[in-house]
């Protein structure tokens, strides 16, 4: 009778499996191959202005949380040239390339910053909300620092 009640249970087990299996299949099949081309953030969050003045305590705080969450896929001078970005197999932008963010607003970077986009997790549980607005403050003063030296070669001539 025991072994009758563990193989019962090892066949049902198994089943529910396939059909869970089955099931995640199906929904990932319907899902748009394209879907982070389609990340569409709200407009009324693209819209939002940053209430968070940059300030050098700002900066220095958004800097620390930078460096051991971010860096390491988008570089320490915002060039996405951080230590993972090869074994992930990621395409980063360089932030310090004026195109790459020329028409992305303070609200969008806060947008991806707080909900997260593709391999990237959301800040939004983490950190407290001016802190996010802080790390914006942050990928813009990375802009603003310094083009890559391409660009810059580009424009002299």
Request: net charge positive; with cysteine; charged share 30%.
């Amino acid at each position: 009778m025991k072994r009758f009640l563990l193989l019962l249970g090892a066949v049902l087990l198994a089943g529910l499996g396939a059909t869970w299996a089955r099931h995640n299949a199906q929904e990932n099949s319907d899902k748009p191959k394209g879907a982070a081309d389609d990340y569409k953030i709200p407009a009324a969050d693209a819209a939002r202005a940053n209430p968070v003045k940059s300030s050098a305590e700002g900066l220095a705080e958004a800097r620390k949380v930078f460096g051991y969450d971010c860096e390491m896929c988008h570089g320490a001078k915002g060039d996405g040239k951080g230590d993972v970005v090869e074994s992930m197999k990621l395409t980063m932008h360089d932030w310090r390339d004026p195109a790459t963010l020329a028409n992305v607003t303070d609200g969008e970077i806060f947008y991806i910053i707080t909900k997260g986009k593709g391999k990237m997790m959301a800040e939004g549980e983490r950190v407290s909300e001016k802190l996010r607005w802080n790390l914006v403050n942050l990928v813009r003063a990375l802009a603003a620092k310094g083009e890559p030296k391409s660009a810059a070669a580009g424009e002299n001539r």
